[in-house]
């Protein structure tokens, strides 16, 4: 089965700095790559997805590139916020929520 | 509503106790999943429903674990005789196909002592 990993588990930066969540996948038959951002308390909220087609989507501050034929995709967050601050969830799967499998998460603390 | 709800949001149950946590999905969606999320983990998936039929249980972890949605809204997951293990947070997402974009509920933490 599909195996996500997620690299770094906590990162800490200056607000204003840039921000890279790095993930990869082990079956090449995925081909829907979303992420998620999970506020303390809450459930994980979609903040952006790639589909395979496509190698880079941005969504005002935030970025995803995807690398297929490396099997790793990557989320860019510029000009962090103290509100950015939470844990963010990379998954993967073929089209289907069934299927979906996520990362370990990564803790983003944002330094005002 | 407006989003998924679900409840409770915190259950404390006895070891052995059997607990069930419900979940309202957003009207008119037709996909329904149950994940569960260990602390300082991602969710993995537990199971899914089309409407009132459930597709997937793959990922439910023992036959203590069992799911319903018997008229393709509201569902019902219960655990029997709960173990210290299944001391996690249970969340319920819904969409309106499958593929299409997973909306989340809170989540309900279970704490078994």
């Known amino acids: 089965g599909e195996n996500v990993e997620q690299h770094p588990s906590t990162l800490s930066v200056q607000e204003g700095d840039s921000a890279v969540i790095k993930c990869t996948y082990s079956?090449?038959?995925?081909?829907?790559f979303p992420w998620y951002k999970q506020e303390l308390g809450k459930g994980p909220q979609l903040i952006i997805d790639i589909r395979s087609n496509v190698g880079e989507k941005k969504d005002q501050r935030i970025a995803v590139t995807l690398n297929k034929t490396a099997k790793h995709f990557s989320l860019h967050i510029t000009e962090t916020q103290p509100e950015d601050s939470a844990v963010y969830f990379c998954a993967a799967s073929m089209n289907n929520n069934n299927d979906m499998r996520f990362g370990a998460g990564t803790r983003l603390t944002v330094k005002p | 509503g407006a989003g998924v709800s679900q409840s409770p949001r915190y259950k404390v149950a006895k070891r052995g106790q059997d607990v069930a946590l419900r979940c309202d999905p957003i009207s008119g969606h037709v996909s329904l999943f149950w994940y569960q999320q260990a602390l300082g983990q991602g969710p993995e998936f537990l199971t899914y429903f089309q409407n009132e039929a459930q597709l997937d249980k793959s990922g439910l972890p023992s036959d203590r674990f069992f799911a319903e949605r018997p008229e393709g809204s509201v569902s019902t997951l219960k655990i029997q005789r709960t173990q210290q293990e299944d001391s996690a947070v249970y969340l319920c997402a819904s969409s309106l196909v499958n593929g299409g974009e997973a909306f989340f509920g809170q989540g309900t933490r279970l704490t078994v002592v």
């Open positions: 079956d090449s038959a995925s081909n829907y």
